[in-house]
T-cell receptor, first 112, second 114 residues
């Protein structure tokens, strides 16, 4: 079964703390997406990575293809980072087609 | 470049009615995917359209359908609405729908079925 598991489900941090959100998936994939969803619903794509590490500002995403695991790190967290973070993996759905399967999301709250 | 737009943003319908939602992708993007988000099930893939053809479909009943026009704009339709169809419906566009291409999400349409 194609599954994406995220942990933790909820995370509360103090401003300035280093944050780690984990994502594991059940079968080999070619790329993994990290998404951010703010209250109100809008989703922003943060990263898409197929190997190694990517960095954008205070956000860092890593992936270990062999271990089927990815992490999203936020350095020097800020209240504006408060959002739901979702990882998504494209699983094969027949022929050369894929469909994104999503984790349940991690609700991050950063307190000032 | 303008982002992905969805209309309407909010919708209230009665059980048994049908509804049509619209999605305009980023200019030049040929792939449009639709997703349903509920508190219980999270985000789930509905279907993907590429060059006016449904290329991929999730595990949803036949009441959920869609189409894509020659300008890549897409619509999804839900017939005989049920209370459980209340959800945030999101569309996302990408250049060609390949897994290693980034998806750009619209703001979503929040559907409430009463």
């Amino acid at each position: 079964k194609n599954e994406v598991e995220q942990s933790p489900q909820n995370l509360t941090a103090q401003e300035g703390e280093f944050i780690t959100i984990n994502c594991s998936y059940s079968v080999g994939i070619s790329a993994l997406h990290w998404l951010q969803q703010h209250p109100g619903g809008g989703i922003v794509s943060l990263f898409m990575l197929s190997s190694g590490k990517k960095k954008h500002g205070r956000l860092i995403a890593t992936i270990n293809i062999q271990e089927k695991h990815s992490s999203l790190h936020i350095t020097a967290s800020h209240p504006r980072d408060s959002a739901v973070y979702i990882c998504a993996a494209p699983f094969p759905s027949g022929g050369s087609n894929y469909k994104l399967t999503f984790g349940k999301g991690t609700l991050l709250t950063v307190n000032p | 470049k303008a982002g992905v737009t969805q209309t309407p943003r909010y919708l209230i319908k009665t059980r048994g009615q049908q509804v049509t939602l619209s999605c305009s992708p980023i200019s030049g993007h040929r792939s449009v995917s639709w997703y349903q988000q509920t508190p219980g099930q999270g985000l789930q893939f509905l279907f993907e359209y590429f060059s006016e053809t449904q290329r991929n479909k999730g595990n949803f009943p036949g009441r959920f359908s869609g189409r894509q026009f020659s300008n890549s704009r897409s619509e999804m339709n839900v017939s005989t609405l049920e209370l459980g169809d209340s959800a945030l419906y999101l569309c996302a566009s990408s250049l060609n729908g390949r897994v290693d291409y980034e998806q750009y999400f619209g703001p979503g349409t929040r559907l409430t079925v009463t």
